[in-house]
């Protein structure tokens, strides 16, 4: 996928997108407690070497978690104090997005998964 974004880019060109992912140097146990909370891809390949392997230069990584921390925290209070006007148009995401919500906000707020900007640029 990378190298089809490399593709649509002009010499020079960057690329910047979010991603969460696991915390680097976690031990096995908190490991399997952060990919259990996080998004299915978390635990994926490293991006920045993807990136390098996609012939992207200039690979910044710059850890957001502060920001996603604050974010997930309020997505959730929001969705639970108007449960009342959005629970009724789809229960079962409803529920899936509260519980979601429950079981990573305690893995952003530990450190276990993290909120990262990547940003890299197509050689000229």
Do not use: N
């Amino acid at each position: 996928m990378l190298r089809a974004c490399a593709r649509l880019l002009r010499p020079g060109g960057r690329l910047a997108f979010f991603t969460i992912e696991l915390a680097p140097d976690l031990s096995p146990e908190r490991r399997r407690i952060a990919v259990a909370a996080g998004p299915p891809l978390a635990a994926g390949p490293d991006i920045a070497e993807q990136l390098r392997r996609a012939h992207f230069v200039d690979v910044v990584v710059e850890d957001r978690s502060e920001e996603y921390k604050v974010t997930a925290r309020a997505w959730l209070e929001s969705r639970l104090r108007y449960r009342d006007e959005i629970r009724p148009a789809d229960p079962a995401v409803y529920d899936d997005r509260i519980a979601d919500g429950r079981a990573s906000l305690p893995q952003i707020e530990q450190g276990l998964l993290r909120r990262s900007l990547y940003v890299a640029r197509k050689p000229d």
